[in-house]
């Protein structure tokens, strides 16, 4: 644990006289009380970037992301030790070889979680004064690819390929679903593992959660509206929250997987359960210390399902939610509705599956024209 991190657990009364005292007893403070690291050691500088931009106080951080961070830090270290470098050395012409190296070997959306991480890095550090200058500003990143496709990843000598965005069509989506729960080889607890896969199915495919959204879903996280419908409150990336709508098919696999488990079906908003546990066939689990159900076990039911309907094993769960995203744009649903759902931080994410569906439609548009 750094110097810092202690203090998140201190009572508001106590945390301005510790952080005062702390900051203090290391000299980071200038005559105007501001953050100062001009003469901090790189350990002062590290230490505090990841403390206030990276793991800040309050914000719960998935362990994708911090994975991804770690593997930014990692790549940056690895650069700076191969050219004998120190943090305190980096300037315009490390930013600028830094900046090729990560364009050059990483696929696009790598590239741009890379170079961002490495922009907020020098931001504090121009912030804080350990840099004499704005040094991001030389900082470019690849272009996003517009319309609704991907770049192949490819080795750095090798032509992009453009390929299908990873999605499935209406009908291969609701095939699909149909082998969730025939995957289900155990005896034990046989009923409750087959209707735990579908709900699980259903919601991928209904709602476009995210995979780390659906497995923190609580039964506490469903609630009625006043006029009667069910709805699921999410939390999303950043901790935002949104509400998404819950179809009637949906709700009654859920009501069903709730009864074949033995729990109450009346909707408790203080019920912070997890709707999504482990199923055991040794012993049974005691209700009080149910296991949350983790990713790679989400991961294993969509890919035997995958595997046993004889689909793409490129497949995963992050398709369903490409797949909801064109789906309800096929169905006419604006887009400023679909990108609420969703949980877009920006309406442009959203507008990208508009084009391609726009597309789509190129030849229904141009049969109504009288040409010949």
């Known amino acids: 644990m750094n110097e810092l991190s202690f203090m998140n657990h201190l009572s508001n009364e106590n945390y301005l006289a510790h952080l005062q005292e702390n900051l203090?007893?290391?000299?980071?403070?200038?005559?105007?009380?501001?953050?100062?690291?001009?003469?901090?050691?790189?350990?002062?500088?590290?230490?505090?970037?990841?403390?206030?931009?990276?793991?800040?106080?309050?914000?719960?951080?998935?362990?994708?992301?911090i994975k991804a961070y770690r593997s930014d830090a990692k790549t940056l270290l690895d650069f700076l030790v191969e050219h004998s470098l120190s943090f305190r050395d980096i300037g315009f012409p490390e930013v600028k070889a830094y900046?090729?190296?990560?364009?050059?070997?990483?696929?696009?959306?790598?590239?741009?979680?890379?170079?961002?991480?490495?922009?907020?890095?020098?931001?504090?550090?121009?912030?804080?004064?350990?840099?004499?200058?704005?040094?991001?500003?030389?900082?470019?990143?690849?272009?996003?690819?517009?319309?609704?496709?991907?770049?192949?990843?490819?080795?750095?000598?090798?032509?992009?390929?453009?390929?299908?965005?990873?999605?499935?069509?209406?009908?291969?989506?609701?095939?699909?679903?149909?082998?969730?729960?025939?995957?289900?080889?155990?005896?034990?607890?046989?009923?409750?593992?087959?209707?735990?896969?579908?709900?699980?199915?259903?919601?991928?495919?209904?709602?476009?959660?995210?995979?780390?959204?659906?497995?923190?879903?609580?039964?506490?996280?469903?609630?009625?509206?006043?006029?009667?419908?069910?709805?699921?409150?999410?939390?999303?990336?950043?901790?935002?929250?949104?509400?998404?709508?819950?179809?009637?098919?949906v709700k009654e696999v859920l009501f069903s997987y709730r009864k074949s488990t033995g729990d109450s079906t009346e909707l408790n908003l203080e019920d912070q359960s997890p709707l999504f546990f482990a199923l055991y066939n040794k012993e049974e689990t005691p209700r009080k210390t149910k296991k949350r159900l983790t990713y790679p076990a989400l991961y294993k039911i969509v890919k035997e399902a995958v595997e046993l309907a004889g689909k793409n094993s490129k497949i995963s769960p992050h398709w369903f939610r490409h797949t909801f995203v064109t789906v309800m744009l096929e169905n006419d649903v604006p887009l400023a509705v679909i990108k609420d759902w969703a949980g877009h931080a920006d309406i442009s994410t959203t507008n990208v599956y508009l084009e391609r569906v726009n597309q789509d439609k190129m030849h229904t548009h141009l049969d109504k024209a009288d040409l010949f």
């Not at 403070?29 to 106080?57: G, T, V, Y």
């Open 99 to 249: 900046n090729r190296l990560i364009n050059e070997t990483y696929a696009v959306k790598s590239a741009r979680r890379k170079l961002g991480f490495f922009q907020r890095l020098l931001d504090f550090g121009y912030e804080t004064q350990f840099y004499k200058s704005h040094l991001s500003t030389w900082l470019t990143k690849p272009a996003v690819q517009k319309g609704h496709y991907i770049m192949e990843e490819t080795r750095p000598n090798e032509e992009l390929h453009r390929v299908p965005r990873r999605e499935l069509s209406q009908a291969d989506a609701q095939w699909l679903l149909t082998f969730f729960p025939k995957i289900v080889k155990a005896k034990k607890n046989r009923e409750q593992l087959q209707k735990r896969n579908l709900l699980i199915g259903y919601l991928l495919y209904s709602t476009g959660l995210r995979a780390s959204e659906l497995l923190s879903l609580n039964w506490g996280s469903f609630r009625y509206s006043h006029q009667g419908h069910l709805f699921v409150d999410v939390i999303g990336k950043g901790k935002k929250q949104r509400t998404v709508p819950i179809r009637n098919e």
């Open 24 to 65: 203090d007893h290391r000299k980071l403070l200038d005559e105007n009380r501001n953050l100062n690291l001009s003469e901090s050691s790189e350990q002062d500088f590290l230490e505090l970037f990841f403390a206030m931009k990276i793991f800040e106080e309050g914000k719960q951080l998935s362990p994708h992301t």
